[in-house]
Nanobody, 126 residues
Framework: VQLQASGGGWAQPGDSLRVSCAAS????????LGWFRQAPGKEREFVAT????????YYGDSVKGRFTISRDNAKNTVSLQMNSLKPEDTAVYYC????????????????????WGQGTQVTVSS
C-alpha cells in the first residue's frame, strides 16, 4: 500500500490544522493506521492510531484531548484533526499502515508498521 500525506502547513498557537493521508494500492479496511511525528533533533514519536474498523483509537499523552484521528475506508483515507496547537507540535507528521487480521487492533509502536508515507510539515509559531 502506498501512502501520501497532505495538509500540513503553518499555524499560530491555539489554531487548528488537519492533515490527511490517502492510501492507494490496497483497500485499507484491513489495515490499522497511525500517525507519528518527528521534530528536528528528536526521535520519531507516536501520535495516534485507529483500528481497521475505526472503532478503536489511542493517542499519545502529549496530544490527548487535542487531536482526533479518523478514517474513511470508502475513500481510503485517514485524517488527523489537530486543535489547540502548541509550538511543541511542530514536526514532520507521518502516516503509517499495518496489515492486520483483527480489525479492532491498534498499534502504537513504530516497529509495528509496515508502510509509511513521506511526511508533511506542520509548523506552529507566532
Amino acid at each position: 500500500v502506498q501512502l501520501q500525506a497532505s495538509g500540513g502547513g503553518w499555524a499560530q498557537p491555539g489554531d487548528s490544522l488537519r492533515v490527511s493521508c490517502a492510501a492507494s494500492g490496497r483497500t485499507i479496511s484491513r489495515y490499522a493506521l497511525g500517525w507519528f511525528r518527528q521534530a528536528p533533533g528528536k526521535e520519531r514519536e507516536f501520535v495516534a492510531t485507529i483500528s481497521g474498523n475505526g472503532q478503536s483509537t489511542y493517542y499519545g499523552d502529549s496530544v490527548k484531548g487535542r487531536f482526533t484521528i479518523s478514517r474513511d475506508n470508502a475513500k481510503n483515507t485517514v485524517s488527523l484533526q489537530m486543535n489547540s496547537l502548541k509550538p511543541e507540535d511542530t514536526a514532520v507528521y507521518y502516516c503509517a499502515a499495518r496489515s492486520t487480521t483483527d480489525t479492532y487492533n491498534i498499534y502504537f509502536r513504530e516497529r509495528s508498521y509496515n508502510y509509511w508515507g513521506q511526511g508533511t510539515q506542520v509548523t506552529v509559531s507566532s
